[in-house]
């Protein structure tokens, strides 16, 4: 079982070296990553945004309700914006990004294997992990920080607006607090965690799509298993990395 | 692969979307960063003994309505004081220009703000004007403190049993 | 070995395989198999479903490794390549899918010419002359705009021929080239097949278990069954042959040594057993 485990850590980190000596073709293939950085993240973008709005309205919600009782509703916007930077920002984008941009990557590689698409490159003599593998992980990869970004500044309006418009929190104290207590440190963290997640989510949906068994319930388990490895990584990666920036 | 030309459009703004967000959260949100926005109303400064955690941006209310923000904090090295500019919105212009400002606390851990108390002057406060009568920042430690040395006052004169217990380890 | 050599020696053989062993886990593929395709020659490689012929194929072109033996391609062994010589062998082949395998991404113009972007720096010009001739070759310049979803199965497979040839390569391989066609398509596919080898001394290996259509273009046909070379010549001699299962197999009867059954005890006892008792679970 530690064995399987090992060794199948070692099989994807194989694969990430294999696939990132191919990181050249941002620059003789910028047109492929251009058109991957479009697949994983703009086709995202609208998602995001709006889960964005409603993780910052709740928080907005629940922050104001637990901060009253302290009277530091004011506070809003520090709690706001530490939880959506530090936590919410990453790992909801990330698992967004695995149930969207994940499974397509995956589900589009796998077909590919199926239908004997990456072979057929192979006879042509051109390395699939070069012209398809590593435009994905790289496109994936950029665009996960823009994304979590985006999530952010979106689910800081989201509290904004209900904690100043709704519940009636001065915009003056909302801000200035939230500028006071927020560490460029913090908006690092949430900047470091995201682009963890964008390699650990991008590279399990395209190793997962690569190594698909060939045929339609092979590429649709592979599927399956790209969210559920992505979320339970982006998961454990957070509790990591949190434990390591607090513990600086 | 064929160009397509909507497509890199898409992507463009994308990325051009996200790098402003990013910029927005890296310059927007810690406090050393810039400010954006341009400022409105009329400027009027005052001066304090301690500001306290007072910060740019913080509210300034009078009898609890917002008038204003904070705009600016600075230390005056002549009279070791703290001079905070205040930005009162244009609208609220009959404010006498005795007033009087003090800093308080939103809430027992809330942010702090300025509060004016209206004077009874016939002339008003404009661009520039100063706020002479100034209550600085209740600082909590040393409300405690004081509570402290005054409880302690107190059991030591009427010689309480638990008073008793504290008078030595204050003497 | 039951074989003697498969091709007259003055025929340069452009692949040669050589007591070829290969297997999954304890199921063995190929038992030792010796084939040769000569220079500018059509060899076909005929035999039952699942005898392995699609993973020859693999073998050939490098994708696999087999067990032991050797397979030598233009003159170089491609089991001891490392993964550039392999590519660069490659270079000089084209191979058709079943399916076609045509990037479905990609407009069947682009799909023809992405070999050559992927190898050559051409002008754009020359580009299009080089892609709409091999179109026109195989007779859908036409559809040059079309994506591969609107193709039907026939002309997916002209254009992926189109693209194994774009390059120009010395051996030109099939993978049951007349798998799921219609008549009409699989006379087109026949045809080419001939054209392409007579017009440019293309050295061509078919796998297919199309007796009819392989014995109009092959030269020499191979006949594998159970791991093994079982007959193999021109079409005229495989047909004239006395052998029992090659008999079967030109003829297409149901039953003979190629068994209509697969392995199974006995059909009485598993009948009016309780199906508890059966020997193996």
């Known amino acids: 079982m530690i064995g399987d485990t090992l060794s199948r850590i070692g099989r994807v980190g194989i694969f990430l070296v294999r696939v990132l000596r191919h990181a050249g073709v941002v620059f003789t293939e910028p047109r492929a990553v251009v058109h991957q950085i479009y697949n994983a993240g703009a086709r995202s973008l609208v998602i995001i945004m709006l889960c964005g709005l409603f993780v910052g309205m709740v928080l907005g919600l629940q922050g104001y309700d637990l901060l009253q009782r302290f009277g530091s509703e004011d506070a809003l916007g520090v709690a706001a914006a530490l939880g959506l930077l530090k936590e919410l920002g990453p790992v909801v984008t990330a698992l967004l990004f695995a149930g969207r941009a994940g499974t397509s990557l995956t589900s589009e590689i796998g077909l590919m294997r199926a239908t004997d698409q990456l072979t057929a490159m192979e006879i042509m003599a051109v390395d699939p992990l070069r012209k398809v593998v590593a435009p994905r992980l790289i496109g994936g990869i950029i665009a996960m920080p823009l994304l979590v970004a985006v999530f952010n500044v979106i689910g800081l309006f989201g509290a904004q607006l209900i904690g100043v418009q709704v519940m009636g929190v001065d915009t003056g104290a909302f801000w200035s607090q939230m500028q006071g207590a927020v560490e460029l440190d913090d908006v690092n963290e949430g900047i470091v965690k995201s682009f963890c997640f964008g390699v650990a989510c991008s590279l399990v949906a395209v190793y997962e799509g690569y190594h698909a068994q060939p045929t339609a319930a092979g590429v649709g388990l592979a599927t399956t298993r790209t969210v559920v490895i992505s979320s339970v990584l982006t998961l454990l990666i957070d509790y990591i990395l949190t434990a390591a920036f607090l513990g600086r | 692969m064929k160009p397509n030309r909507s497509l890199e459009i898409g992507t463009g703004l994308f990325v051009l979307l996200g790098f402003a967000a990013l910029a927005f959260l890296t310059t927007q949100l810690p406090g050393s960063g810039m400010r954006l926005g341009a400022a409105q109303g009329y400027k009027v400064l005052a001066k304090f003994d301690n500001v306290g955690d007072l910060k740019a941006g913080s509210p300034v209310s009078m009898s609890g309505v917002r008038i204003g923000r904070v705009e600016a904090i600075a230390f005056d090295a002549t009279d070791y004081r703290a001079e905070v500019t205040l930005r009162i919105e244009p609208q609220f212009d009959k404010i006498p220009d005795d007033s009087d400002a003090s800093i308080q606390t939103a809430g027992l851990l809330g942010g702090k703000y300025v509060g004016i108390g209206a004077g009874g002057s016939e002339t008003f406060l404009a661009d520039g004007g100063r706020i002479e009568f100034t209550q600085s920042a209740i600082v909590l430690e040393s409300l405690v403190n004081k509570f402290f040395a005054n409880f302690a006052d107190k059991g030591s004169s009427t010689g309480t049993a638990p008073a008793s217990d504290a008078a030595p380890t204050k003497e | ?281």
């Open chain 3, 1 to 281: 070995m039951p074989e003697e050599p498969a091709v007259a020696a003055s025929k340069e053989a452009v692949v040669r395989v050589r007591g070829l062993h290969y297997g999954f886990g304890s199921r063995k593929i190929f038992d030792g198999v010796d084939l040769e395709a000569a220079r500018g020659r059509v060899t076909a490689v005929m035999g039952p479903s699942g005898t392995g012929k699609t993973t020859l194929l693999r073998l050939i072109t490098g994708q696999v490794a087999p067990a032991a033996g050797s397979v030598e391609v233009f003159g170089r062994e491609v089991t001891t390549l490392d993964t550039a010589g392999v590519y660069s062998l490659r270079r000089r082949m084209g191979m058709l899918f079943q399916n076609g395998a045509l990037l479905t991404d990609l407009s069947v113009f682009e799909n023809v010419a992405f070999p050559v972007r992927a190898h050559a720096r051409l002008p754009e010009r020359v580009l299009r002359q080089l892609v709409l001739t091999k179109l026109h070759a195989v007779g859908l310049r036409g559809a040059a705009e079309l994506m591969p979803s609107e193709l039907s199965g026939g002309m997916a497979r002209r254009v992926a021929l189109a693209r194994a040839i774009v390059m120009d390569p010395d051996l030109l391989i099939y993978d049951e080239p007349f798998v799921g066609l219609d008549p009409v398509s699989m006379g087109v596919i026949v045809r080419l097949i001939r054209d392409l080898n007579d017009a440019l001394g293309i050295t061509s290996i078919v796998v297919s278990h199309d007796v009819r259509e392989l014995a109009s273009i092959a030269h020499h046909s191979y006949l594998l069954s159970g791991g093994k070379v079982v007959a193999h010549g021109t079409p005229a001699e495989l047909d004239a042959s006395p052998l029992p299962i090659v008999r079967q197999f030109m003829s297409g009867e149901s039953d003979g040594p190629v068994p209509f059954h697969y392995p199974a005890g006995d059909y009485h006892a598993d009948l009016l057993g309780d199906g508890k008792e059966r020997p193996r679970s």
